[in-house]
């Protein structure tokens, strides 16, 4: 497809369970950036990947959170144990240059 | 550290009206910065950027924005709204690589 993409769309999970959201990337697009926006607020910027580098995640709440990207293409971001205040959408975006381009997002409900 | 408030978390306007939603942002460099659009269940779309050069910068369906270093803003603007305008608008910084969005101003167009 022409834009990101991430899968899946929506995700229920029970406390405690481990959950894998996957994004497909803009091909060509070296670099990859997840995001948490909860209810009512603004993206938070949680990791970022240039190729199959993770060059930065400052913005992982816990350690709980993992983030991968092994071939510089598909990334899945990768949450173990989840609590409650894991709910949230998390949206995938790439970029070439200075622009990041946005997928639909994955809605995260942790019951 | 950047940040970004957007002053307004709802702007209701009439069909037809002018509207100007508005945004602040704090940074100790050079600044790079975005407003995005976001419809329900959807991911961001880039509305316009200011990276240098003009302060007045249009972009898609009829937005535009300024940038006022002095005042460290970077204003919202269309003449004339739509119905179809409905939307979350989402003001951003680009510090090193990630964004820092601000809170989100939803826009009602009303008929």
């Known amino acids: 497809g022409a834009g990101v993409s991430q899968s899946p769309r929506y995700k229920v999970a029970k406390r405690g369970q481990d959950v894998a959201l996957r994004c497909d990337p803009i091909?060509?697009?070296?670099?990859l950036f997840w995001y948490q926006q909860a209810l009512g607020q603004g993206p938070e910027f949680l990791t970022y990947?240039?190729?199959?580098?993770?060059?930065?995640k400052s913005g992982l709440p816990s350690d709980r959170f993992f983030a991968e990207r092994p071939e510089g293409s598909v990334s899945t971001l990768k949450i173990q144990r989840t609590q409650q205040e894991d709910s949230a959408v998390y949206l995938c975006a790439t970029s070439v240059t200075d622009t990041q381009y946005f997928g639909p997002g994955t809605r995260l409900t942790v019951l | 550290a950047q940040s970004v408030t957007q002053l307004d978390s709802q702007v209701p306007v009439f069909e037809e009206a002018p509207v100007e939603l508005r945004c602040n942002y704090s940074?100790?460099?050079?600044?790079?910065l975005f407003w995005y659009v976001q419809y329900p269940n959807q991911g961001l779309q880039l509305l316009l950027k200011?990276?240098?050069?003009?302060?007045l910068v249009k972009g898609i369906n009829g937005f535009e924005a300024e940038f006022n270093k002095s005042q460290t803003s970077f204003h919202l603007r269309k003449p004339s709204v739509h119905i179809s305008d409905t939307a979350e608008y989402f003001c951003a910084v680009r510090s090193a690589r990630q964004l820092t969005f601000g809170s989100g101003t939803q826009l009602t167009v009303l008929p």
């Open positions: 940074s100790s460099v050079s600044v790079y």
């Open positions: 091909s060509g697009h070296v670099s």
């Open positions: 200011y990276l240098s050069g003009s302060t």
């Open positions: 990947f240039q190729n199959e580098a993770q060059l930065d």
